[in-house]
Structure formats: C-alpha cells, structure tokens
C-alpha cells in the first residue's frame, strides 16, 4: 500500500471512529439517529440534545486534543533530536496545572479568571520561561531545553503539591486535569481554545518542509540555509500553541505525544510533509479509541482518558521498542 493510500486509510478510519464516538455509551445509538439528529433534529427529542450537545463536544474536543498533542510531540522530537521527547518535557503540563490550582485555592483569582485561560496562561508562560532559560545563550542547544524544561516541570510540580497540601479544597477541582478527561464541557466553553489548537495545526504546516532538513542534523540544516534560532523559536510557539491549548481544555493526557510519532513514521515514512499530517490522524484516532473505551469499560461510569491513553500507550511503546528500537527524528 502506498503512503497516500496509507493516509486515506487513516482518514476513513477517524470518520468512522468519529461516528461510533457519536454511537458509543450507556444509551446507544443508531447511524439513523446520527442523521436525524444533525438533518432534522427535534427541540423535545432527547436523542438528538445528547447527541449535538454531549457527544458531539466531547467527539470534537477529543480529535482536536489528539492530533495537537501528537503533532506538537513530532515537531518536538524533531527540534529536540530526542524520540522520547514529548510536550510534557517542556513544563507545559506542569505549567498549566499550577495555574490551576493557584486558582483553584486563590478565591480572587477564582473570581476573575477561567481555569481554562488559567492553565492556557500557564502553559505559555512555563515555556516562555524554559526557552528562555535555555536558549538566550549563542552556545545553547537542545539538550539544555530538555533540561531546563525537566527542571522547570519539577518546580511547578513541587508548588502545586505545596498548594494543594495548604488547600486541600482545591484537589477535587484539578483531578480533572491531573487524570485528564474530554466529557463535561460544550463547545460554546471552550471554543478559544479549540480555535488556537487549529491554529497550531495550521501555522506547523510551514515548518515541515524545514524540519526534513532539521531532522538530519542541525549543522546540515544551518549549511542548507537554515535560520536555527528562527526556526526553533517558531517550532516552540507552535508547541504551545498545539500543547498549551489541548493541556487547558483536556488536562494531563499521556503518551499521544510520545508514541503516535513513532508509529507515523514508520507508516509513511521519514518526509515530514507526510508523516507529521498522517501523525494528527493518528492522534485524533488514538484519542476517540480511548474516549469511547473510557466510556464502557465501566459503564455506567467513565474512566479518564488519561488513564485510557496510558493503558494503551504503554504497551504499544514497549512493543515498538522491543521491535525494532526508537525511531530517529
């Protein structure tokens, strides 16, 4: 099978796990309600409010979350020459759950500031913050971005417990964003974010072109006419854009961004025009796959997503190790 059919497969494959999204859950529902419900849907017909309210939110908000996690997690592991480098290396995570719980335990802010541009705040600043650290040197070079993104990750992660020992009200308000979950919110509340994660989809288009020479080596791409700090600079404010978003709408959701790249490679290839799209498809999959099982596995309970990812990521990453050893950017 060619790459461009490899891709068509891949988009058929989120359509239809797009549909059993909108199907799947306590109550299901048919492909006949779906059409009814988006064709000639009814104000009293409770099928169709949960449908266009529920499902629909949590089917978008978790192929948007899935692709802008794996394509910032690719641009990373590229920029970083690092395969096991993820959007959590940078303190993004972290970042946006400390802003979150301060507001959380802090009543004025609570009064004045949305969790969700709360921890968006959050994510930028802790990578601003990390870029800033480790690049404002003529000398730096990725690896000091890793480290000052592991440091900074720690920090955060250190005065978030701290705050949440002081405040103990405020850890049933995080656990959303520590464990990671899609459901609960309307498009209408979060629509912001949805708008800059698509955005960051569309600005890495651009870069991939760049990133095939970055990926053989930052000496070739400076020889081949590269502007390195240009192009780190622009490849970072993507990754906020694409993580930062997804962190503040979804919370803590683990190993999108570290295995789809992987996968996508070795799908379609080392050319970052294909790979890097192919690798949103594949994210925006993994997610519904791990929403719709959070969904039934223990209905009529829900598992987080995050907890679902991990489950799956997991084991696809040791056996993609074990198999042929981590792919190079």
Not at 80 to 108: E, Q, R
């Amino acid at each position: 099978m060619s790459t461009p059919q490899r891709l068509f497969a891949l988009v058929a494959l989120l359509i239809g796990c797009a549909v059993v999204s909108l199907m799947a859950g306590v109550h299901w529902m048919s492909p006949a309600d779906i059409g009814h419900a988006f064709w000639t849907p009814s104000a009293t017909n409770v099928d169709d409010l949960l449908i266009r309210t529920t499902r629909l939110s949590r089917t978008v908000l978790a192929i948007v979350v899935g692709a802008s996690l794996a394509m910032a997690g690719g641009i990373l592991q590229t920029l970083t020459h690092n395969p096991l480098a993820s959007p959590g290396i940078l303190g993004i995570n972290a970042g946006a759950l400390f802003a979150v719980v301060l507001i959380a335990t802090t009543d004025s802010l609570a009064a004045h500031l949305s969790p969700y541009a709360g921890a968006f705040a959050g994510a930028a600043i802790a990578a601003a913050i990390v870029w800033w650290l480790a690049m404002r040197r003529q000398t730096a070079t990725p690896l000091h971005l890793i480290l000052a993104g592991a440091a900074l990750a720690a920090l955060f992660g250190a005065m978030s417990q701290a705050l949440l020992v002081i405040d103990q009200q405020g850890l049933d308000t995080v656990l959303f964003w520590l464990a990671g979950s899609v459901s609960g919110r309307s498009l209408g509340t979060v629509w912001p974010l949805l708008a800059i994660a698509v955005l960051g989809l569309l600005f890495s288009v651009p870069l991939l072109r760049d990133l095939n020479l970055l990926a053989t080596g930052d000496t070739v791409a400076a020889a081949a006419g590269i502007h390195l700090p240009r192009l780190q600079a622009m490849a970072i404010g993507v990754i906020v854009l694409l993580a930062g978003a997804s962190v503040a709408m979804a919370g803590n959701i683990v190993f999108i961004g570290l295995i789809v790249p992987h996968i996508a490679r070795r799908l379609l290839g080392a050319d970052h025009r294909r790979w890097l799209p192919g690798a949103a498809v594949i994210g925006a999959i993994l997610a519904l796959v791990a929403d719709i099982m959070a969904r039934l596995l223990i209905a009529p309970d829900e598992v987080p997503i995050g907890v679902m990812t991990a489950l799956i990521g997991a084991p696809v990453f040791i056996g993609l190790i074990r198999r042929q050893g981590p792919a190079r950017a």
